[in-house]
């Protein structure tokens, strides 16, 4: 392979080892990274805005709440080590499942709950799982959680990728008084 082509291919997945992807929206976009970057065979995570009409967004834009857009998730992961329904159990156990349009302190249409599938089968995962909590008794409200085909996803500015990493004091006092891991217990149980 000629220099030209080896750097053209630097950082692309190698052949062989094919990657795929889920996105998914659940609040916070620095919140739902930390849960995802944490598992095994996810390769990696980036924050963005998904679910809009406007091109490439900012982030003043979403958070005006005129786009349209939900701050979210885009997941690559290794499908040998995980699995899209194991992602989507992560998925269901780090969001309010029952409250439309906001999650834990963070209000509007941009702060919604969404599985944004890639093809049938992730549509089918989705609706099933979505199905099976529904169907559960463990909760008495229910489940609002979108699941709608996945669009253009824009990656947010840079100072948002990796945030819990690069501002970890900030980080967990914002998680801290926006009640996340106390509404995720009384949902979920503890982790």
């Not at 679910?51 to 958070?63: C, E, L, N, R, W």
């Not at 699995?83 to 963070?106: M, R, S």
Request: proline share 6%; net charge negative; aromatic share 16%.
């Amino acid at each position: 392979m000629s220099w030209a082509l080896a750097f053209a291919f630097a950082g692309q997945p190698v052949l062989g080892a094919p990657e795929s992807l889920a996105t998914f929206a659940g609040g916070c976009f620095w919140c739902m990274e930390e849960a995802f970057e944490k598992v095994p065979g996810v390769v990696s995570v980036t924050s963005g805005y998904t679910g809009g009409k406007a091109v490439s967004p900012t982030y003043q834009d979403v958070s005006d709440g005129g786009t349209g857009h939900a701050e979210a998730i885009e997941v690559r992961y290794d499908p040998s080590r995980v699995k899209y329904g194991q992602l989507l159990e992560v998925f269901w156990h780090n969001i309010d499942p029952l409250t439309p349009n906001a999650q834990f302190c963070d209000h509007g249409n941009q702060y919604r709950s969404a599985i944004f599938y890639h093809d049938d089968e992730e549509k089918r995962l989705a609706d099933a799982s979505k199905l099976a909590f529904s169907e559960s008794g463990r909760f008495k409200a229910p489940i609002v959680t979108e699941i709608v085909a996945a669009g253009a996803f824009y990656p947010a500015e840079e100072y948002h990728q990796d945030y819990y990493r690069k501002n970890p004091v900030r980080y967990k006092f914002y998680t801290y008084s926006c009640g996340r891991a106390k509404r995720l217990q009384e949902l979920w149980g503890s982790p």
